[in-house]
């Protein structure tokens, strides 16, 4: 999975060598560092002159075991130019890896009582992270709305926690029943995550080398709405180019996500003291049709001779998965969202992202318009593929814009030829042309929401925004 990883830390390293110079314009940066008191690390850096805003960044997803060092923004460019135009910047470790929402939350609110003690009250204070710090970023202003005055998401997982651990439980259930039955391969209550991925991996390299396996494979991914576009360095394949759409849903799977949904699963279930997904009551006929990857998977069992009728009758014929209700109620407190915003969110997400998919943005939306508040909230999307993978310029031009209606109430402009323009005037933070476009994302396939202190009441209970049944 690590190879998505390594492209994007490829840019950074790129934006870097670019802006290696850069903070030599800034007179004089102040760094604080320190240590919360669960353990959790932070960094605080201050220009000077600092022009009275602060930016609480919130990182992504750390995998346990690996180093998990305090960060305050997302690539080294972005700070570069923030901090020479008077933005203090912020951010903690969080003081566990995984699935760390829990820690998460409390450890970035301490940051902002460190600042206040360290350097001062910030006249204004913006949330903002990518990944699993878009939904943590999401989660804080929910949480916490008094500690801030607008937030920008980035790549979010803004279906929140139960929604999207159990669309991921889809695209596995999917591929269990139709290409590993029989098998030791498990879906949840994973005892030993290194072997089971593994196991994962070598199945999906088998069903990869036949027509029969790759139909199949292509169900299972469009149960997940995963997108036939990898690599953020080459076009969008063609709508109906579906042979290449599913090898690149192929690298999704063998590279990004199965370590998420065979393996990383593990550590959110022993946070959670048990499984916190289910496929009870779930109809996947129905979700098949939802699928914006559909006539891709029709396409391909047409050319395998296969029955996709038949595989769609043996998914809901098959033994289903019921979820601990104790780590639901785990997963609903970590996070899951009530529309209620009441200052300007705007998010970013690329529209090629097969790890926190682009109809995550649906969630948010339908939650946030259901509580009646969507004069607040505004997306933007960027035509590229890979998770996270804005450039700098596109960073800041989303950022700037928030700012912007932060500044005269209103809106501004956010069609995409003004963003694309305002992006290239940033030069070199361009590391890849600008490529903000106009885009409206399907429905997210499995939403749970918490339309009222709890998760999905009875009154809410057919609304269409929740799967409630355990």
């Not at 920008?152 to 279906?159: E, K, R, T, Y």
């Not at 439980?169 to 593994?198: C, H, M, R, W, Y």
Request: aromatic letters at 10%.
């Amino acid at each position: 999975m690590w190879r998505m990883t390594k492209r994007a830390f490829s840019i950074s390293a790129l934006v870097l060598t670019l802006f290696s110079c850069a903070l030599s314009a800034v007179a004089v940066v102040t760094t604080y560092t320190g240590t919360l008191p669960d353990g959790a690390t932070f960094l605080i850096e201050v220009p000077s002159p600092w022009n009275g805003t602060l930016l609480l960044y919130s990182h992504g997803y750390v995998v346990p075991g690996l180093p998990n060092p305090a960060h305050d923004v997302g690539d080294p460019a972005t700070g570069a130019f923030l901090l020479s135009n008077g933005f203090a910047l912020a951010g903690s470790s969080y003081a566990h890896t995984g699935w760390a929402i829990q820690e998460a939350l409390p450890d970035q609110i301490a940051v902002l009582d460190a600042f206040a003690t360290l350097v001062g009250t910030p006249s204004r204070t913006i949330a903002w992270g990518h990944s699993l710090g878009g939904i943590i970023t999401a989660g804080l202003i929910q949480r916490f709305p008094d500690h801030f005055n607008a937030a920008l998401p980035m790549c979010g997982v803004l279906a929140g926690g139960v929604g999207t651990w159990n669309q991921g439980l889809d695209s596995e259930f999917a591929f269990k029943t139709l290409l590993a039955f029989g098998t030791s391969l498990q879906l949840v209550n994973i005892t030993d995550p290194s072997t089971n991925l593994l196991l994962a991996e070598s199945i999906l390299a088998s069903a990869q080398a036949t027509p029969q396996g790759r139909a199949r494979f292509a169900l299972s991914a469009a149960l997940g709405d995963t997108p036939g576009w990898f690599d953020p360095a080459s076009p969008e394949p063609a709508a109906n180019d579906f042979a290449s759409r599913e090898v690149n849903q192929f690298l999704w799977a063998s590279e990004v996500d199965f370590p998420f949904v065979f393996a990383f699963r593990a550590e959110l279930e022993f946070r959670a003291g048990g499984n916190p997904s289910w496929n009870t009551g779930i109809d996947y006929r129905k979700q098949f049709e939802r699928s914006v990857d559909r006539e891709e998977v029709r396409a391909l069992y047409k050319q395998a001779g296969l029955s996709l009728d038949a595989d769609l009758d043996a998914l809901n014929d098959a033994a289903r998965i019921a979820a601990n209700q104790d780590s639901v109620e785990y997963l609903e407190q970590n996070i899951i969202f009530n529309g209620r915003i009441s200052f300007p969110v705007l998010t970013l997400h690329t529209t090629g992202d097969g790890l926190v998919s682009n109809q995550n943005e649906s969630a948010y939306k339908d939650v946030v318009d259901e509580a009646g508040n969507q004069r607040w909230l505004r997306r933007t999307f960027v035509h590229r593929a890979g998770h996270c993978t804005f450039t700098p310029a596109e960073t800041v031009t989303a950022l700037q814009n928030l700012i912007e209606r932060l500044d005269y109430g209103r809106w501004p402009d956010l069609d995409p030829s003004t963003l694309n323009a305002e992006a290239a005037a940033l030069g070199p933070l361009n590391v890849a042309p600008p490529s903000f476009l106009r885009f409206n994302p399907a429905p997210f396939m499995r939403p749970f929401v918490a339309l009222d202190e709890r998760a999905c009441d009875r009154e809410h209970h057919d609304s269409g925004l929740c799967n409630s049944e355990f």
